[in-house]
């Protein structure tokens, strides 16, 4: 990566939140250069597991001190589509 | 007699240690982790709950259990198995096998609830009730028709997604109505566990379908994608008319609609489609939402908050192991 950058990730959790971040994802956020460009994060996940739904997004946000922006779920809808797309419109605004 | 026989092909023992698919060992890990007894969940705690519903709302909520017992026995013992035929490495194979167990633990546990809350003589009749609703079995035939061995490995897929992603849901809403009225809160425990088991099945099944669809021609991809929005509607179909049956006496079927349409759209998301129903008519009562996620932050977009909503920190020790920054 060479501009700052969110990451829209999927979520792998267990019933206990366990797991919730891919090992890709891990591997690609334990280079510092990475991490250093991360601005924030968009999970998706199931609401199937409750408190745990897209929890990928919390944990990253924790890990990495970056705000953690939305969360949909699965492949998202019209609606979440045009969130995320004003939402960083404004984001990207607001770092500038 | 001899050992060694050309005509039988090499019995191959399962080795964890050479994957073809790593979703496989992935999925593995996650239902092993996952698992769980009826036992766990004290049931016994709903009693004084139970008797405070009126009698029709018990028959109701016995009959709803008993339907979701059905689907769950068809899961376990056509459903997963038909499947393991189509498995394309052995892994699958052993993935399924949990996946059949899991929903024999899940028709058990409805029979848990039922010892624990209802007479017998109310539960034989809510059996006898299941066998002659003819929404649920027409819906069940539905579904046992794809299963058949001669049925596409993909159908197969379609309908087992259909009845793990979709069907449940018209008896799911229920517990979760009822809990969100502080009512059988144990019970819905024990079907939000079901729920988070269901999510897994749902998703890699359809994983698998997808792998699969992605070997056919363009023109055979259509043919798949078709009997999976026409399934759909046949089940959307009996699954309007058995909800209507359930629940227009408590004037919850708009409710339960709304539930059911969101949830459609979800199983076609497993497969890898669009979702089917405008989002208008998926709005779910946020009461139900809120049951299916307790003690969860339900401000899920941030964007629209000032910088001091947005979700930093809470603490993560859990996963401390795999970040070595």
């Given at each position: 990566?060479?501009?700052?950058?969110?990451?829209?990730?999927?979520?792998?959790?267990?019933g206990?939140g366990r797991?919730?971040?891919?090992k890709?994802?891990?591997?690609f956020?334990?280079?510092?250069?990475?991490?250093?460009?991360?601005?924030?994060?968009?999970?998706?996940?199931?609401?199937n597991?409750?408190?745990?739904?897209?929890?990928?997004?919390?944990?990253?946000?924790?890990?990495?001190?970056?705000?953690?922006?939305?969360?949909?779920?699965?492949?998202?809808?019209?609606t979440?589509?045009?969130?995320?797309?004003?939402?960083?419109?404004?984001?990207?605004?607001?770092?500038? | 007699?001899t050992?060694?026989?050309?005509?039988?092909?090499?019995?191959?023992?399962?080795?964890?240690?050479?994957?073809?698919?790593?979703?496989d060992?992935?999925?593995?890990?996650?239902?092993?982790s996952?698992?769980?007894?009826p036992?766990?969940?004290?049931?016994?705690?709903?009693?004084?709950s139970w008797?405070?519903?009126?009698?029709?709302?018990?028959?109701?909520t016995?009959?709803?259990?008993?339907?979701?017992?059905?689907?769950?026995?068809?899961q376990?013992?056509?459903?997963?198995?038909?499947?393991?035929?189509?498995?394309?490495?052995?892994?699958?194979?052993?993935?399924?096998?949990?996946?059949a167990?899991?929903?024999?633990?899940?028709a058990?546990?409805?029979?848990?609830?039922?010892?624990?809350?209802?007479?017998?003589?109310?539960?034989?009749?809510?059996?006898?009730?299941?066998?002659?609703?003819?929404?649920?079995?027409?819906?069940?035939?539905?579904?046992?028709?794809?299963?058949?061995?001669?049925?596409?490995?993909?159908?197969?897929?379609?309908?087992s997604?259909?009845l793990?992603?979709?069907l449940?849901?018209?008896g799911f809403?229920?517990?979760?109505?009822?809990s969100?009225?502080?009512?059988?809160?144990?019970?819905?425990?024990?079907?939000r566990?079901?729920?988070?088991?269901?999510?897994?099945?749902?998703y890699?099944?359809?994983?698998?379908?997808?792998?699969?669809?992605?070997?056919?021609s363009?023109t055979?991809?259509t043919?798949?994608?078709?009997?999976?929005?026409?399934?759909?509607f046949d089940l959307?179909?009996?699954?309007?008319?058995?909800?209507?049956?359930?629940?227009?006496?408590l004037?919850?079927?708009?409710?339960?609609?709304?539930f059911?349409?969101?949830?459609?759209?979800?199983?076609?998301?497993?497969l890898?489609?669009e979702?089917?129903?405008?989002?208008?008519?998926?709005?779910?009562?946020?009461?139900i939402?809120?049951?299916?996620?307790?003690n969860?932050?339900e401000?899920?977009?941030?964007?629209?908050?000032?910088?001091?909503?947005?979700?930093?920190?809470?603490a993560v020790?859990?996963?401390?192991?795999?970040?070595?920054?």
């Open positions: 990566m060479t501009e700052p950058f969110v990451l829209i990730t999927p979520t792998y959790a267990d206990e797991g919730a971040v891919h890709q994802v891990i591997v956020l334990n280079d510092v250069a990475n991490r250093n460009l991360l601005r924030g994060v968009i999970a998706s996940g199931n609401r597991f409750g408190a745990f739904f897209a929890h990928a997004g919390t944990i990253i946000a924790a890990k990495c001190d970056c705000p953690c922006l939305y969360k949909f779920e699965l492949a998202g809808t019209e979440d589509i045009a969130r995320v797309r004003q939402g960083l419109d404004l984001f990207w605004k607001q770092q500038s | 007699m050992l060694h026989s050309a005509v039988h092909p090499v019995a191959k023992a399962v080795n964890w240690n050479r994957l073809q698919d790593d979703k060992l992935e999925i593995w890990n996650r239902l092993t996952n698992f769980w007894l036992e766990k969940v004290p049931l016994s705690n709903d009693v004084q008797a405070s519903l009126t009698p029709e709302e018990q028959q109701l016995i009959r709803v259990f008993t339907g979701l017992t059905l689907l769950d026995t068809i376990n013992t056509v459903g997963a198995p038909a499947l393991m035929a189509d498995a394309v490495t052995p892994h699958e194979e052993a993935v399924l096998t949990n996946i167990f899991m929903e024999a633990v899940h058990r546990s409805y029979s848990s609830v039922f010892s624990t809350l209802c007479r017998t003589a109310e539960v034989d009749d809510a059996f006898r009730w299941s066998e002659e609703n003819e929404f649920l079995q027409a819906k069940s035939r539905l579904i046992l028709e794809e299963y058949n061995a001669t049925s596409n490995p993909l159908k197969k897929k379609i309908a997604v259909f793990e992603s979709f449940f849901y018209s809403y229920l517990p979760m109505h009822w969100s009225r502080a009512k059988l809160t144990n019970t819905a425990d024990l079907i566990l079901i729920i988070r088991d269901e999510a897994v099945h749902g890699y099944i359809g994983y698998k379908f997808q792998r699969g669809l992605e070997l056919l363009e055979e991809r043919e798949i994608k078709d009997f999976a929005f026409a399934l759909l959307y179909d009996l699954e309007t008319r058995y909800t209507e049956d359930l629940y227009d006496p004037g919850l079927t708009e409710d339960v609609k709304h059911l349409h969101y949830n459609a759209n979800k199983a076609l998301q497993n890898g489609f979702g089917l129903f405008p989002e208008a008519i998926c709005q779910v009562n946020p009461a939402m809120a049951s299916l996620s307790p969860a932050d401000n899920h977009d941030f964007f629209s908050g000032s910088g001091s909503s947005y979700v930093i920190g809470k020790a859990t996963e401390d192991e795999d970040w070595d920054f």
